[in-house]
């Protein structure tokens, strides 16, 4: 089993980000609940294995809640996915969120 660690997205990742929710979801804007999000410049963590991007979760805070817009995991159970989600509700946590949401939807 391989070690991941988690950061903060940097400004110097955005076109990689870009690139990765065009091929993964199309584009880089994402519609939720008749929301058109901008995904690529939403905050969010990535968890990276020797440098290598694993993991991508973007979100946005708004009035108390927080809603996850994106999350990828790229290697299946490694907890990267369950760890981005986490990152992401102690940044509502501290923001004063008293919601956190995902919406799914599934590619296939």
């Not at 009035?63 to 996850?68: A, Q």
């Amino acid at each position: 089993m391989s070690d991941f660690v988690i950061r903060p997205i940097k400004e110097t990742d955005r076109s990689q980000i870009r690139a990765i929710l065009t091929e993964r979801w199309g584009s880089s804007i994402i519609v939720s609940r008749g929301i058109i999000h901008e995904a690529d410049k939403l905050p969010g963590f990535i968890a990276e294995e020797n440098g290598r991007l694993v993991g991508l979760v973007t979100y946005e805070i708004k009035s108390k809640g927080c809603e996850i817009i994106t999350l990828n995991s790229f290697r299946e159970n490694m907890g990267i996915a369950s760890a981005l989600i986490e990152k992401v509700k102690n940044i509502a946590g501290d923001a004063g969120c008293g919601r956190l949401w995902l919406i799914t939807t599934m590619i296939t």
